[in-house]
């Protein structure tokens, strides 16, 4: 691990860091794999010899601004990261590799927030991963979760979805309870096939090792030693999301991914997702990440849909 110092020379340390240093920690969460300890007039930077440089020029881009104009700003700060951190090349290194599928695939973050989601997952035992479709929120989640299993820290996955009607009737769709909720939960068996060999994972549903269930099924239990997803989180009501918070054990770990924007609840009820955020943000045991469409790692037209729909939004 390579050390830098910046000496910050002729600024304003409570106008160029801000309040509690939230400037310089904002630069620190885009480089989760780096370590930036402002002290006095020195900013102190440990990480690889690539990450130093681009952390090193992102901070004289910045002083550069307030030696311009004064000041700086969160927006000011959250500018020029979106600018000059390029995503696509992002440096993962093999040390950041979840877990290999079945096939040899390497499975692994691929943009900053999925790196700082999985280093949040790793730090809290309890995580709010957000962010719009495509972003990896869920893949990610599987796969830090198989990760556990396949090093022994946990005994079993458990992967759940609220069973919400997105403009169908389940009463209307042909078969028994599992054959009606099994569509719903499609996209988790897809990200477990990349990762788990078929005859394995199998062997893992049937002696419920790995458990995929609605959220219905969750109520009463106590969920220890275990691996705990709640997918789709924004179609539970408050009642729903917190009895599912409340089933947490012994040496668990929760990830609840959301995407607040496709909320399929009646009109007339609230979102239990954004009711839990705002409830539990002060508490500091538990992890918040937002993912958004830069993150996006499907076809790169998802990424401009996903512009084009918050820019109408917007303006709405």
């Known amino acids: 691990m390579v050390e830098k110092v910046i000496t910050l020379d002729n600024v304003s340390l409570i106008d160029f860091l801000g309040v509690e240093n939230k400037n310089i920690d904002e630069v620190a969460s885009a480089f989760p794999r780096s370590k930036i300890i402002s002290r006095g007039n020195e900013i102190r930077i440990k990480g690889n010899s690539t990450e130093i440089l681009k952390i090193n ?11 311009k104009y004064g000041k700086l700003t969160q927006s000011n700060v959250q500018q020029f990261l979106a600018e000059d951190v390029d995503l696509e090349s992002a440096d993962v290194s093999d040390d950041e590799v979840l877990i290999y599928g079945p096939s040899g695939v390497v499975i692994k973050p691929k943009s900053i927030n999925q790196q700082k989601l999985v280093y949040l997952v790793r730090e809290k035992d309890l995580v709010f991963a957000i962010g719009p479709a495509g972003t990896g929120k869920t893949y990610i989640s599987v796969a830090m979760a198989v990760q556990a299993l396949k090093n022994k820290s946990v005994k079993k996955i458990i992967i759940t979805r609220p069973a919400v009607e997105a403009g169908e009737n389940l009463g209307y769709l042909p078969g028994d309870l599992k054959e009606k909720i099994d569509p719903y939960l499609r996209p988790i068996y897809d990200a477990l096939d990349d990762m788990i060999p078929h005859e394995k994972l199998k062997f893992y549903l049937e002696n419920r090792v ?12 106590t969920l220890n030693n275990a ?27 929760v990830i609840v991914t959301g995407d607040v924007t496709q909320i399929d609840l009646p009109k007339n009820q609230s979102s239990g997702l954004i009711e839990a955020i705002d409830v539990l943000k002060n508490v500091k045991e538990v992890g918040l990440i937002k993912l958004e469409a830069k993150d996006v790692i499907r076809h790169r037209l998802v990424r401009e849909i996903i512009k084009a729909y918050d820019s109408k939004n917007k303006k709405s």
Request: charged share 20%; hydrophobic share 40%; proline share 6%.
């Open 210 to 221: 790995v458990e995929i269930a609605p959220l219905a099924y969750m109520r009463g239990r």
């Open 57 to 67: 020029q992102i901070i004289n881009s910045l002083l550069e601004h307030y030696n």
């Open 227 to 253: 691996f705990i997803l709640l997918d789709e989180a924004q179609n539970t009501t408050p009642m729903q999301i917190k009895m599912f918070l409340t089933r947490m054990g012994p040496d668990s770990k």
